[in-house]
């Protein structure tokens, strides 16, 4: 047909022709399909500790753990409310669980971590050994593992959940599984196996451990701490990074969760990183100290146990009035795999 014509009216009867074949015009589509640059669909966004704290408590009044199998608040990226996302690809939850309550089993191909903002005393069980939780402790339920929690202590105990679920159920491949008779698995391996069999650059000669997640499940918040102000003493801290270390499999030296990278980095007071980019949209969760984080046009000041989401590719700086210390975790882990993943560490902006 001539350009120049008014072919609209032809065009769209066109469309709804092929429509009711199941076809479409790929010319329609092709430019939002694929963007020269990675558009986020989520936003950046701050949740103070202080503001969700007593929403968790008052949970824990309205629901028990037997109804509501885990007590979670999520944490909804406000761009994408009702989805259950904190980021695009990745779940975000609260998690509180109340003196003498438990949790009971299940399995799932979605794969857990948690990250210890408040109390102590409770546990967290995979495949039967437990992890007593500390503030600080990144843990990990790799993928299809039997867990349930309890908590053996006088206060809650309160922990951020970080999933892969959404990965998963993009490829529509999730199974679930609860264990109906049993309220809790007893352990049947002693607390600190896994620690003791992998965690001392050491392993069982014919260990055995196929899984893709590393067989370190609890990664103790004194040893990353230790780590990062050993590296303090001796380094450099990395304009865009600071101090940074991420969580290894110490078999393969890879990260410790196949889809999800996780990460502490230490910023010591004064300390402004340089603006830096990537392509994984990550959650930041404060341990220690305060700031603020700039992400693009935004600016969210945080203190402990607040948690910050910063966009795909969307610059950010992260800036510490006091020596603070910041727990991270994304989709890097498989976004490298796949061969998506980029970053782009940005020059000083002149004044
Ligand atoms: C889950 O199984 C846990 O086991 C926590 O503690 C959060 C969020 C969505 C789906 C399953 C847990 C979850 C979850």
Same mark, same amino acid.
């Given at each position: ?27 329609? @589509?092709?430019?939002? #399909?694929?963007? %020269? ?39 909804? =990226?406000? =761009? ?19 003196? =003498? ?10 794969? /857990? ?12 069980? @995979? ?15 790799? &993928?299809?593992? !039997? ?11 309160? !922990?951020?959940?970080?999933? %892969?679920?959404?990965?998963?159920? #993009? ?16 352990? &049947?391996?002693?607390? $600190? ?5 992998? $965690? ?41 990074? $600071?101090? *940074?270390?991420? +969580?290894? =499999?110490?078999?393969?030296?890879? !990260? ?12 010591? /007071? ?5 603006? +830096?980019?990537?392509? %994984? &949209? ?13 992400? $693009?046009?935004? @600016? ?8 910050? @989401? ?22 890097? /882990? /498989? ?11 940005? *020059?000083?902006?002149?004044?």
């Amino acid at each position: 047909m001539q350009e120049g014509t008014n072919r609209a009216p032809v065009q769209e009867e066109f469309f709804r022709r092929i429509g009711e074949d199941s076809l479409a015009p790929l010319w329609k @589509v092709l430019a939002g #399909l694929v963007t %020269d640059e990675p558009k986020t669909t989520i936003r950046g966004h701050r949740w103070t500790y202080d503001e969700v704290r007593p929403y968790l408590l008052e949970a824990a009044e309205l629901v028990t753990t037997k109804e509501a199998e885990r007590r979670v608040l999520v944490l909804e =990226n406000p =761009n994408l409310p009702g989805q259950s996302r904190i980021t695009r690809s990745l779940f975000g939850g609260l998690q509180i669980i109340m003196p =003498n309550e438990v949790a009971p089993p299940h399995r799932h191909v979605a794969a /857990a971590l948690r990250f210890v903002i408040e109390g102590e005393g409770a546990y967290t069980s @995979v495949d039967g050994e437990r992890a007593w939780m500390k503030p600080g402790d990144f843990i990990i339920t790799p &993928s299809w593992t !039997w867990h349930d929690h309890g908590n053996h202590g006088s206060g809650p105990v309160v !922990w951020l959940d970080g999933l %892969d679920m959404h990965m998963v159920n #993009l490829y529509e491949t999730s199974f679930r599984e609860a264990d109906e008779e049993s309220e809790l698995h007893e352990p &049947s391996k002693p607390d $600190g196996d896994s620690l003791a069999r992998f $965690g001392s650059n050491v392993a069982p000669i014919e260990h055995g451990h196929t899984a893709k997640t590393s067989p370190i499940f609890s990664y103790p918040y004194d040893k990353t701490k230790e780590a990062l102000l050993k590296l303090r003493r001796s380094d450099e801290p990395d304009p865009h990074f $600071g101090f *940074k270390v991420k +969580y290894i =499999n110490p078999l393969d030296g890879g !990260w410790a969760m196949p889809t999800i990278a996780t990460c502490m980095q230490h910023l010591p /007071a004064g300390f402004k990183t340089e603006r +830096y980019r990537a392509t %994984d &949209s990550t959650v930041f969760v404060a341990v220690e100290g305060k700031g603020r984080t700039t992400v $693009g046009d935004q @600016v969210f000041e945080w203190g402990p146990r607040d948690i910050v @989401v910063v966009p795909s590719w969307v610059p950010y700086q992260i800036e510490a009035d006091s020596d603070a210390f910041i727990f991270s975790y994304s989709d890097r /882990a /498989a976004q490298e795999k796949l061969g998506f993943w980029r970053e782009q560490k940005l *020059k000083p902006t002149v004044q």
